[in-house]
């Protein structure tokens, strides 16, 4: 299907919010995040296990995925699954945010960003732990 929308590729196939939802079982699985469509039937992977896809299916799922603070890794494992996008007349903008974001180049650096937390409050539980617990 084409679109007369520039930012659609014309080999984008499109889909209506109706057309997911026929997709909501553990079989036929898909997924809308950022407007665009994934089927994640053979994604037996996840780390939160299948029952958290199947919640989602065939649904917009976009604040879900948002709120939980995937990894730029996961983000881009995501792109094999992704199957189309909806009709523009379906489209909501305000879910098109991080998704975008990250993909455009904010994501080889999502990696060690995620390392520095962690190494941050190690060295200061080091710190604290030679200059005020192991004191002469």
Same mark, same amino acid.
């Given at each position: 299907?084409?679109?007369? $929308?520039?930012?659609?590729?014309?080999?984008?196939?499109?889909?209506?919010?109706?057309?997911?939802? /026929?997709?909501?079982? $553990?079989?036929?699985?898909?997924?809308? !995040?950022?407007? /665009?469509?994934?089927?994640?039937?053979?994604?037996?992977?996840?780390?939160? *296990?299948?029952?958290?896809?199947?919640? +989602? =299916? *065939? +649904?917009?799922?976009?604040?879900?995925?948002?709120?939980?603070?995937?990894?730029?890794?996961?983000?881009?494992?995501? +792109?094999?699954?992704?199957?189309?996008?909806?009709?523009?007349?379906?489209?909501?903008?305000? $879910?098109?945010?991080?998704?975008?974001?990250?993909?455009? =180049?904010?994501? %080889?650096? *999502?990696?060690?960003?995620?390392? #520095? !937390? %962690?190494? &941050? #409050?190690?060295?200061? &539980?080091?710190?604290?732990?030679?200059?005020?617990?192991?004191?002469?």
């Amino acid at each position: 299907m084409a679109s007369e $929308n520039s930012n659609v590729d014309t080999l984008t196939k499109l889909y209506t919010r109706k057309e997911v939802a /026929k997709h909501a079982n $553990n079989k036929d699985l898909w997924l809308i !995040i950022n407007n /665009k469509v994934y089927d994640v039937s053979a994604f037996s992977s996840h780390p939160g *296990g299948e029952e958290v896809l199947l919640e +989602q =299916g *065939g +649904q917009d799922c976009t604040e879900a995925f948002e709120d939980i603070g995937h990894s730029s890794d996961a983000r881009e494992l995501m +792109q094999t699954f992704k199957i189309g996008e909806l009709v523009e007349e379906e489209r909501t903008e305000e $879910n098109v945010f991080k998704l975008n974001k990250v993909l455009e =180049g904010d994501g %080889p650096s *999502g990696s060690w960003r995620s390392w #520095l !937390i %962690p190494i &941050a #409050l190690g060295v200061l &539980a080091t710190l604290v732990y030679r200059y005020f617990i192991k004191a002469p």
